[in-house]
């Protein structure tokens, strides 16, 4: 009949669609993509280097806000941690050493076991990074490090390890970029991911992650409140546009213990196809199955 016809050509193409969507993309093109993307940002955040008196004005324009809307004092975060040594090192260490292995080995993971889900992951950090150097750009921000009304101090030069040196206009790393905070952004986005693209019900424990981010980057004295609350919003907007795929097959899911035809499902691989019980192991070890047996008696 014509409407089984289009019934198969509507599932077999639903089926040459879920199989491009796990089709690894190759790496000759995924590696130097990445690469090229991660070299702009770099590049890009050092041409907006040493603009000091517009970032210490923007910086003063964010510490009225926060105060207008009532967020809680980032000097209460440090002032917490501060009261253990151990607390502040491991956090200064989190802060320094994680952030950037950690996206690495994300990008890796989900390149190497959730590829249907990679393309997607590579276009969200894509958008997320690149608006945040276009505000990186347009807004300098001093942090409450460099910020004297903050009353903070830079906990990685006290307790180490130290991340940036003293300010400087030819320096590679810009140390105004603070607005919004892509450890954050970052971080937010690696637990969703990784929220959606497993089953595992352990899997909620990766916002432990995103978690220890936030509280780093408040308590060490290098963001604002309002850095991370503007690298999730954008994270928010980007998500919105670019949804997770649905239904990506898993590589490690063996497809072949159960055929689909473009009719639908095949028969159990545990029964024969007239349904009698009678197990393909029966027939391979040569064995003859019970309803044989019955026959051959009767």
Known sequence: MRSTAVLKRVLTARNREGAARSARPPLVRELPLIVALYLAYKFGRRAANGQ????RDNAEWVWELERALRLPGE??????????????????VYYATVHFPAIVVFLVWMYWRRPGHFVWVRWVLTWLTGAALVLHLLFPLAPPRLFRP???????????PAVYDKPAADSMANQFAAMPSLHVGWAVFIAVALIVATRSRWRWLWLLHPLITVTA?????HHYWMDGLVACAILAVVLAVLRPPRGAPRPSAPAARN???????????????????????DARDGRASPSDLARRDG
């Not at 000097?75 to 200064?92: G, Y």
């Not at 980057?217 to 004295?221: E, I, K, P, R």
């Open 52 to 55: 000091f008196a517009e970032a």
């Open 75 to 92: 000097k209460l975060v440090q002032d917490l941690l501060l009261h253990s040594e151990t607390v502040i090192r491991f956090v200064n």
């Open 150 to 160: 903050s009353r903070m101090m830079d906990t990685g030069v006290v307790y180490g």
């Open 217 to 221: 980057v408040v308590g060490t004295g």
């Open 259 to 281: 055929p689909a035809s473009a009719d639908g499902p095949g028969p159990d691989p545990g029964t024969d196809a007239q349904g009698t019980g009678e197990t393909a192991l």
